[in-house]
């Protein structure tokens, strides 16, 4: 199969590779769209990282193949994977530091190399605890890259919920990139009104679109004073 394989800084190389074979527990997914996540871009350009590794964690695909004793999923399911869940059953899970969780620090998802996140490839496979914990069915009628973007979405949805947005409130999202826009939405969504804020002119259109009820041009106007 072909992957997209990072090597070190500012090296990434579309390249055949085997593809994944799943182990008991296991199972191989066909990818149909993955997201470009602005931290893969960040370690493929400044090499955070070692290589080899490929990379792309935003992923929507098929099932194509189960390991032994894989019981949640049939081939053919349509399937989002994500590259790391929580145990929820340690201190930190507790406290909903899930970041601070043992279980959450290991990648889950791989193409081949070590485990970091797959979906740049054709194919990737998911360890046993992914499926049973960090694999989700896709309904009817969405896209692969709409739910592509169920792990972003999934992220920005906990910081609403955290931040406690709810309706009659205002709030201010600053950055109007993929995460922004999200978070713009989402916060519609809670019944709040959003005031956006970018330099770019096509993304503070876009949130005007997305329902930002002021789409404020930081390189032009103080935004403190204008909030």
């Not at 593809?19 to 149909?32: A, I, K, N, S, T």
């Not at 340690?90 to 899930?98: I, K, M, N, S, V």
């Not at 910081?159 to 519609?188: D, E, F």
Request: some cysteine; overall charge neutral.
């Amino acid at each position: 199969m072909r992957a997209a394989i990072y090597w070190g800084k500012g090296d990434l190389r579309v390249e055949e590779v085997p593809v994944p074979e799943p182990g008991p527990g296991e199972m191989l997914v066909r990818v149909e769209a993955c997201g470009i996540c602005g931290t893969d871009i960040k370690k493929i350009e400044k090499g955070l990282l070692p290589g080899p590794r490929i990379f792309g964690h935003e992923i929507c695909g098929t099932v194509a193949r189960l390991g032994a004793g894989t019981q949640r999923f049939r081939e053919g399911d349509r399937v989002v994977v994500h590259h790391h869940v929580p145990c929820r059953r340690c201190f930190y899970c507790a406290q909903q530091a899930y970041a601070q969780c043992e279980s959450y620090k290991r990648n889950g998802t791989t193409a081949g190399f070590e485990a970091a996140g797959g979906g740049m490839a054709e194919y990737v496979k998911a360890l046993d605890w992914i499926v049973e914990r960090g694999t989700i069915a896709v309904p009817d009628g969405v896209s692969p890259e709409e739910a592509a973007l169920v792990e972003p979405v999934n992220t920005c949805l906990k910081a609403v919920r955290k931040a406690g947005v709810t309706r009659g409130q205002t709030v201010l999202v600053v950055g109007q990139g993929p995460i922004g826009l999200i978070l713009t939405q989402l916060c519609r969504g809670a019944g709040a009104d959003v005031l956006a804020s970018d330099t770019m002119a096509d993304r503070l259109a876009m949130s005007r679109r997305l329902g930002a009820a002021a789409a404020l041009d930081a390189a032009a106007v103080d935004v403190p004073k204008e909030v």
